[in-house]
T-cell receptor
């Protein structure tokens, strides 16, 4: 079974600064996806960024980027130029990727979440 | 219009009552999921369905049942609600060939 650990229950950052959220995971699988989801106070789950384990290049989406260290099983999220609208709970999630389309494909395992507050 | 909708958005009920939470999607995805979120915890998978005839238990299925009435509809039932089922419930969908899941707005359920 896979486990996902987010060791920072809460983080805070000043507007326009950079913050990094940590995530580690444990798996014996070689093919998988990793995700960061954002949950603002509206409680909607919003996909921020995704990383495929076979890709060595770190994923980037505008102000959001990841540092994916496969050997260390680490997947951190960096938010640059933080904005007030980034205030939310952030979840790291793992999904096994079975190229044969097995039943394990599509099930997300979530970390406990990190509450990020951006201060003006 | 939202691609994944959940009804109701909020519900308060009493112990022992039967409750049904409904999820509908217009994305045309085959795969649908029900998750539960407790305060301070991430989402946990209750049930998932890869097509209309395929239903699978997730991590925490005890006390819940589901029905996949059509490709677009996936309902979650609590046959006899208990207070520790008070939580936020999310429905999600995904296409068969992608890891990305699309979430509904959530249903906040309170069992007194």
């Amino acid at each position: 079974a896979q486990t996902v650990t987010q060791s920072q229950p809460e983080m805070s950052v000043q507007e326009a600064e950079t913050v990094t959220l940590s995530c580690t995971y444990d798996t014996s699988e070689n093919n998988y996806y990793l995700f960061w989801y954002k949950q603002p106070p509206s409680r909607q789950m919003i996909l921020v960024i995704r990383q495929e384990a076979y890709k060595q290049q770190n994923a980037t989406e505008n102000r959001f980027s990841v540092n994916f260290q496969k050997a260390a099983k680490s997947f951190s999220l960096k938010i640059s130029d933080s904005q007030l609208g980034d205030t939310a709970m952030y979840f790291c999630a793992f999904m096994k990727h079975d190229n044969a389309g097995g039943t394990s494909y599509g099930k997300l395992t979530f970390g406990q979440g990190t509450i990020l507050t951006v201060h003006p | 219009d939202a691609d994944v909708t959940q009804t109701p958005r909020n519900r308060i009920t009493k112990t022992g009552k039967r409750i049904m939470l409904e999820c509908s999607q217009t994305k045309g995805h085959d795969r649908m999921y029900w998750y539960r979120q407790d305060p301070g915890l991430g989402l946990q998978l209750i049930y998932y369905s890869f097509d209309v005839k395929d239903i699978n238990k997730g991590e925490i299925s005890d006390g819940y049942s589901v029905s996949r009435q059509a490709q677009a509809k996936f309902s979650l039932s609590l046959e006899s609600a208990i207070p520790n089922q008070t939580a936020l419930y999310f429905c999600a969908t995904s296409p068969w060939n992608s890891g990305e899941q699309f979430f509904g707005p959530g249903t906040r359920l309170t069992v007194l």
